[in-house]
């Protein structure tokens, strides 16, 4: 009797282990953890990434939120490296889309979209000596010569706040979001029109502010554009407001995220740094990557990233094909803090003036290397 007893014993034990290696695998098939990794040279596109969930390359532009990682609850994992990668070769894909006429930008905002619910609070036009090398490295690049930082005058620093009540995209009216924690929805950058440069000093996405303080329930897209005014992109944010500083809004260049602490990025970033002859992070000038590169890929795949991407995505029309690169740094190497992003969007192609002792002749700069033609050659030509 005892023996049967054991037996039955075993065999219960090993149905509820043969039970519960079921009920396993079938949730990790229905949310997507057994499914085959793609290589990493595999066509953006056709990429399956966990950090897409419910996101094709054929979905509209208009639900592109749905790469934010915080906005899936449940789901949500450190995003790695051959994920960022993955999620970078899709943004780029997608912005190659829209140049060709496959892909529809998401509207243009303006005046009125930043009257529906923000605020904007003008600072004083004091300049962080924390900025100092980034303004050196744009300034370099933009002058040729020195290390000149923009005067005063020609930096507004603009803190762009959701604290007002605001018409949803379905016509509801609603009041925002109240701060948590001293925390709320904004966009603190920094405009720099002589250098057609942007600094983004903090950020907190109305979204993003939603989901931490109302719950996982807003993090449906169907609840959560309800819950957040039109206007609420930092991309599209920095857009509208850009426009209002400038007379040339198409010349922009550059975008520097100052201060990265999103746990992703940052996780990125420091796996960049180990890869490279240091092992670890370094001050500016920094480590630059063409778009073409793996590394630039990853890191615009990155939280961080996606506000350069969204740019050159919706605003194709005005910005045009780009030649993009980016620049990663620590202010502070040995204690691995102050990360930055320097993005340089530059155009496919630029003219340049070549100085003595050189001698004098025009360089011409395209995505596929450069020539220089002499002065004589030019005053010849027909």
Same mark, same amino acid.
């Given at each position: 009797?005892?023996?049967?007893?054991?037996?039955?014993?075993?065999?219960?034990?090993? !149905?509820?282990?043969?039970?519960? +290696? $079921?009920?396993?695998?079938? @949730?990790? /098939?229905?949310? *997507?953890?057994? &499914?085959?990794?793609?290589?990493?040279?595999?066509?953006?596109?056709?990429?399956?990434?966990?950090?897409?969930?419910?996101?094709?390359?054929?979905?509209?532009?208009?639900?592109?939120?749905?790469?934010?990682?915080?906005?899936?609850?449940?789901?949500?994992?450190?995003?790695?490296?051959?994920? !960022?990668?993955?999620?970078?070769? +899709? $943004?780029?894909?997608?912005? @190659?889309? /829209?140049?060709? *006429?496959?892909? &529809?930008?998401?509207?243009?905002?303006?005046?009125?979209?930043?009257?529906?619910?923000?605020?904007?609070?003008?600072?004083?036009?004091?300049?962080?000596?924390?900025?100092?090398?980034?303004?050196?490295?744009?300034?370099?690049?933009?002058?040729?010569?020195?290390?000149?930082?923009?005067?005063?005058?020609?930096?507004?620093?603009?803190? $762009?706040?959701?604290?007002?009540?605001?018409?949803?995209?379905?016509?509801?009216?609603?009041?925002?979001?109240?701060?948590?924690?001293?925390?709320?929805?904004?966009?603190?950058?920094?405009?720099?029109?002589?250098?057609?440069?942007?600094?983004?000093?903090?950020?907190?996405?109305?979204?993003?502010?939603?989901?931490?303080?109302?719950?996982?329930?807003?993090?449906?897209?169907?609840?959560?554009?309800?819950?957040?005014?039109?206007?609420?992109?930092?991309?599209?944010?920095?857009?509208?407001?850009?426009?209002?500083?400038?007379?040339?809004?198409?010349?922009?260049?550059?975008?520097?995220?100052?201060?990265?602490?999103?746990?992703?990025?940052?996780?990125?970033?420091?796996?960049?740094?180990?890869?490279?002859?240091?092992?670890?992070?370094?001050?500016?000038?920094?480590?630059?990557?063409?778009?073409?590169?793996?590394?630039?890929?990853?890191?615009?795949?990155?939280?961080?990233?996606?506000?350069?991407?969204?740019?050159?995505?919706?605003?194709?029309?005005?910005?045009?094909?780009?030649?993009?690169?980016?620049?990663?740094?620590?202010?502070?190497?040995?204690?691995?803090?102050?990360?930055?992003?320097?993005?340089?969007?530059?155009?496919?192609?630029?003219?340049?003036?070549?100085?003595?002792?050189?001698?004098?002749?025009?360089?011409?700069?395209?995505?596929?290397?450069?020539?220089?033609?002499?002065?004589?050659?030019?005053?010849?030509?027909?």
């Amino acid at each position: 009797m005892h023996a049967i007893s054991i037996r039955r014993s075993i065999g219960a034990l090993l !149905a509820l282990i043969v039970s519960a +290696l $079921l009920y396993s695998t079938w @949730s990790n /098939v229905s949310t *997507g953890r057994l &499914a085959k990794r793609q290589p990493l040279n595999e066509t953006p596109s056709l990429l399956n990434s966990s950090h897409l969930p419910h996101h094709h390359a054929d979905t509209p532009l208009k639900h592109s939120h749905n790469l934010h990682p915080s906005h899936h609850h449940n789901t949500k994992r450190a995003l790695s490296y051959h994920d !960022a990668a993955c999620k970078g070769r +899709l $943004l780029l894909t997608w912005i @190659s889309e /829209v140049h060709d *006429g496959k892909r &529809a930008p998401t509207a243009e905002f303006g005046q009125k979209d930043i009257d529906n619910g923000w605020t904007m609070q003008n600072f004083p036009r004091v300049i962080p000596h924390a900025f100092d090398e980034p303004f050196k490295a744009i300034g370099k690049t933009l002058d040729g010569v020195g290390e000149r930082i923009p005067e005063i005058s020609e930096t507004f620093h603009i803190d $762009l706040v959701q604290d007002k009540p605001f018409r949803n995209t379905v016509g509801q009216n609603m009041k925002p979001i109240p701060s948590q924690n001293n925390l709320i929805a904004h966009y603190e950058v920094y405009y720099i029109p002589a250098y057609n440069a942007l600094i983004s000093s903090d950020a907190r996405s109305p979204k993003a502010h939603a989901l931490a303080t109302e719950g996982p329930s807003t993090a449906f897209p169907d609840l959560i554009n309800k819950r957040v005014p039109p206007l609420n992109r930092q991309s599209d944010a920095m857009w509208a407001v850009w426009k209002t500083l400038t007379k040339t809004p198409n010349d922009l260049r550059y975008i520097c995220r100052d201060g990265v602490v999103n746990p992703d990025s940052r996780a990125i970033m420091n796996e960049i740094f180990r890869k490279a002859p240091t092992g670890k992070p370094v001050s500016w000038p920094g480590l630059t990557f063409g778009i073409e590169t793996e590394e630039a890929q990853a890191l615009l795949g990155t939280p961080n990233g996606l506000a350069v991407a969204f740019m050159l995505m919706d605003r194709a029309k005005e910005l045009g094909r780009r030649k993009l690169s980016v620049t990663i740094a620590a202010t502070d190497p040995e204690a691995g803090s102050g990360f930055r992003m320097l993005w340089d969007m530059a155009p496919p192609w630029m003219l340049t003036l070549e100085l003595p002792p050189t001698g004098l002749g025009l360089t011409f700069t395209s995505a596929g290397g450069s020539k220089t033609v002499s002065a004589s050659k030019v005053a010849t030509s027909k």
